[in-house]
């Protein structure tokens, strides 16, 4: 920081020097004229430096400030006055202009004694305590707000000297943190002085400064390493997530850096590992650029001959203005290596300071920062490591209370890991870090372009983890795991891809209106995101559900809290971790593993909220849509059940109709929003039909979703297979004919053997409510009847997809127009993609996942009409 020294004295002296030793920038020292030819100690410690020293026999005259005297000091460009014993009236023009305003030494515990000779008057009035204060100045005498103050007791023989010299003086240069304090107090001491003068504390024989304080929720536990801090009520605990301190109340706070006298700052998590990391080998490419910096380091560090790997860029002179100069000369020579200031401080040596811009360029920079209690597990081959904490404001943390729930692995009902469930003031601490990181933070005011190069980066990195990811959702959701790494991840990574390119492609339009003569108008519109969203994803497509909303939420420039289904929560928080390595700026996604009934309904409650996109039952939307129209009118989009219709007719493709037939039911279990939920099938064809469905079905194999041979998996749970069974009870009570399947497979999970009714009536349960299951229900139509199996079709209340197969493109045509469903599938189905939009009609909801009608979704229109 820049800051301006205005006093005298000894005292003067000694504040200027720690203020140098802090890394400060000294812009000026104002001080007294020099007394019989000999300078004041705080302007000779002040020359020797080669700092700028001015000495003005008066500010002010006649009560005004002389502009020439104030022109002079505000060409130091100061952001701070420091005024730590100053005998001279300085004009409020000097101490009101720089950004952070002016702080004040005063020998008194004010407001006690205010004014000249505050000692004097503290030995004359008998006082037992003694002391000092330091305050930030205003125009009154020594009136304004107080940042800190440290007492003494007074002796019986005490004087002026004596009280001066044992603590006034001495301690009255430090900014050491008095422990005796709540752990509020601890948190506003380090945070109200987090730059200036620095908030220290002797740990292991040195001075550490604290930096980047947050109090924790009371009653939480830290586990980690201890740290003897001298006068402290309890040890410090170094863990994951940085240095925790304690109050003398128990309460704790969390300081996440620390700086040492050398200038060296580390994560506080570091203090036992600093300097531990195995180093990168350098490319080539990486080699050039490392010589490159070399030589700006030689061009600021010029009283340094040779710049070597273990040069200290503080150690060798460099100061604060330094700082900033090299942070935007990496800038210059590699645009998508964005240092920040703290970068330098933490990185001081040379081979520090590449080793740093190296794993910035190749996206692994926060690999070391990010605190991940992973999960491990060894399955599939590979060790799979999996975040199970909350994610919020670009941290994993755990839940109020430390409430957790154990999510459990469909493919023998053993529990994977305990995951943190999301309580109420959890949901609200996510909504307000996505508030402040759309309305304050860095995305908000990112490019677009940029905005879209972060997303890439995501895809890229879920590219790099597919496997990982594909057997963290096969584990958690039962996929089998070919088709969740070709499609549960496959299309999430090829999603974000899409809607990465998108960024910088939202524009409004020019609108010509009648002009308002004789002058004229100019009216365009401007597409704007949201600002906070909400999204409720549910449990048959983990990821993938994730990413067909996220992915057009984040493009449009929104902010995200997510609930993930409860059942299946491992996948998003993976992601979670994936997209902060990416570099997606803190508060911008925020996962909530929780119920829907607490988490759910307090994101549809939620004033801050003000969209909400929900995928799952038609049930639960009009719940949610109601909650949303009540609580603050926000904007929704829902994708909700299905009984999709697929007709086929008697001139298909025979073998193409029974292999999309098989897909558009057992694909994925059955637990596909879009699923055939009733075939019609011509009569003509009918039993043949039907005959090679069950030969198909009896060579699919069920098993461990693991497995590469494995057709069918478990269900996602025991919940829904239980569902099934009764489904299925209720379809043979009813008439229909059970062709195969139909129970529960006897053995370790929740596997359900896959399904075939036939003789399914229309007033049949079965003909009218979704399984959500591998059963495939089956009716026959006679032929020629075209608009009657049309009526059939659509006498349902969801309009989510369908399909018909046949080699007449006129009866395609014909049959496609007429489908009430959001998406008609012509001799193909369940073929979708990210460019084609996707949603229903009638109660299965409204609005669109993927393609370009996606991101309105997420955006509003403004209009602007100026007239000229």
Known sequence: ???????????????????????????????????????????????????????????????????????????????????????????????????????????????????????????????????????WADDGLDTGPILLQRECDVEPNDTVNTIYKRFLFPEGVKGTIDWNQTAEGLHNWIRGNDKVPGAW???????????????????????????????????????????????????????????????????????????SSAAVELTEEEKSFAEKMRAVWQSILTNVSHIEDSTDFFKSGAASMDVVRLVEEVKLR??????????????????????????????????EELVVDYVEKNTNNMTIKMPHQLFINGEFVDAEGGKTYKTINPSDGTAICDVSLAQISDVDRAVAAAKEAFEEGEWGKMNPRDRGRLIYKLADLMEQHQEELATIESIDSGAVYTLALKTHVGMSIQTFRYFAGWCDKIQGSTIPINQARPNRNLTFTKKEPIGVCAIVIPWNYPLMMLAWKTAACLAAGNTVVLKPAQVTPLTAL?????????????????????????????????????????????????????????????????????????????????????RMGMSSVFFNKGENCIAAGRLFVEDTIHDQFVKRVVEEVKKMKTGDPLDRATDHGPQNHKAHLDKLVEYCQTGVKEGATLICGGKQIQRPGFFFEPTVFTDVQDHMYIAIEESFGPVMIISKFKGGEVDDVLRRANATEYGLASGVFTRD?????????????????????????????????????????????????????KAVTIEY
């Open 1 to 135: 920081m820049k800051i301006a020294v205005i006093g005298q004295s000894l005292f003067g002296q000694e504040v200027y020097k720690e203020l140098r030793k802090d890394g400060h920038t000294i812009v000026g020292v104002f001080t007294i004229p020099d007394k019989d030819g000999k300078a004041d100690p705080l302007a000779t410690e002040a020359e020797k430096d080669g700092v700028a020293v001015f000495k003005f026999p008066r500010w002010r005259v006649k009560g005004q400030a002389i502009p020439e005297v104030v022109a002079q000091y505000k060409a130091t460009g100061a952001e701070l006055n420091v005024l730590p014993f100053c005998s001279q009236f300085i004009p409020m023009e000097v101490i009101d202009h720089p950004k952070h305003g002016s702080i004040i030494y005063h020998p008194s515990l004010l407001p006690r004694h205010r004014g000249a000779s505050a000692i004097n008057w503290t030995l004359i009035h008998g006082d037992k305590k003694g002391g000092f204060t330091v305050f």
């Open 334 to 367: 590699a645009s998508s290596c964005q240092l920040q200031n703290e970068d330098i401080y933490m990185n001081t040596t040379f081979q520090e300071f590449i080793q740093k811009c190296v794993r910035k360029l190749r996206g692994e920079d926060d690999e």
């Open 574 to 658: 993976k992601f979670a971790e994936l997209a902060a390595r990416a570099g997606l700026p803190k508060g911008v996604i925020n996962i909530l593993p929780g119920s829907g009934a607490l988490v759910g309904q307090r994101l549809s409650d939620h004033p801050d909220v003000r969209k909400l996109g929900f995928t799952g039952s038609t049930e639960i939307g009009k719940h949610i849509m109601k909650s949303c129209a009540v609580s603050n009118v926000k904007k929704v989009s829902l994708e909700l059940g299905g009984k999709s219709p697929l007709i086929i007719f008697s001139d298909c493709d025979m073998d193409k109709a029974v």
């Open 809 to 861: 493109i006129s009866k395609a045509l014909y049959v496609s127009e007429r489908l009430n469903a959001g998406t008609v599938f012509v001799n193909t189905y369940n073929k979708t993609d990210v460019a084609s939009p996707f949603g229903g009609f009638k109660q299965s909801g409204f609005g669109k996942d993927l393609g370009q009608e996606a991101l309105n979704e997420y955006l509003k229109t």
């Open 201 to 275: 504390a002797e740990v292991d024989g040195q001075k550490v400064t604290f930096y980047g304080s947050s109090l924790m929720n009371k009653g939480s536990t830290a586990k980690g390493q201890a740290l003897e801090i001298p006068g402290a009520s309890q040890p410090g605990i170094v863990t994951k997530a940085g240095l925790v301190l304690f109050g003398n109340d128990g309460n704790a706070l969390l300081v996440k850096n620390l700086q040492f006298e050398d200038g060296k700052m580390i994560a506080a998590a570091q203090y036992f590992s600093s300097g």
